[in-house]
């Protein structure tokens, strides 16, 4: 959590070292990926990250430039490779406070949480974006990001209202067999809420998702569509293809399932516009048909 010491290591941060914020982010490293597209999105470049590759399979934008360090897992960053590159910051989230003891060796480390049980994590995004904007003189930019950001949700909401008439589950597929449901304290569900649509997964979630739950599932809201989140494994919609009961779906059957770009699970604020746009762009032109 961002709790009195981060906010104490954040000023020190900014009072002693003013050429960091001048120089964005050259010498920050990100271990959570909301924070490095949150980075990214405000203009700043971190000298390293992590399992970058699969960042831009799956998160897909804003893409990190290649001069990024690749610091490896996200779960086990590689050490001595941040120890060399010596960041004056490192940006974790609730998921990695665990590191913080050999982080800390290295750097001065801010936790900024993102994703917290039975928490929807749109407002915490917000802050986190903000904090990362004071910490690196962007304070300008986050501010016109979350507006812009507002606003855009807001506009897709509008365009999105036709598709009010269903609820609307947000799921990922691993296998043709089962799905994992994005609920209340998912940045998915999140959004849904705010562009005024309804989740169709109202049972429990912790930290985003459910644990893979059987297709039969979705047969409990007949009424419901279906967003399909990305990447979606070729094996897995090759065989969905043939796949009885996903076909037998009301919501497949009637043209109300829809695919979905890769977008990342655990994102921030592009993350969320990523999502916002990908319904609009696969959903929009069916509402407007009614």
Known sequence: MFTRRN???ASAFAALTPSVARAAGRTVATIDWGHLETCLALGIVPAAATELRQFREIAVEPSPPREVADLGLRGAPNIELLRMIAPDLVLISDFYEYQRP???RISPVVN???YQSGKPPYALAEQ???AIGALLGREAQAQAYMAAARAEIEAIGQRLGQLARHPVFV????????FRAFGADSMFGDVVVRLGLENAWTDPTS???????GLEALARIPGASIAVIGPTPPETRRTLAENALWNALPAVAE?????????????ALPS????????DRVFGSRADAG
């Open 272 to 279: 969320a516009l990523r999502f916002a746009r990908a319904l």
């Open 207 to 213: 930290y985003s998702a459910t644990a893979p739950v």
């Open 128 to 130: 986190s974006m903000a």
């Open 171 to 178: 799921i990922s597929l691993g296998d043709s067999r089962h």
């Open 255 to 267: 043209g109300r399932a829809g695919d979905l770009a890769p977008i990342n699970h655990f994102g």
């Open 102 to 104: 050999l982080l800390e």
């Open 7 to 9: 906010l104490l290591v």
């Open 112 to 114: 900024l949480p993102v």
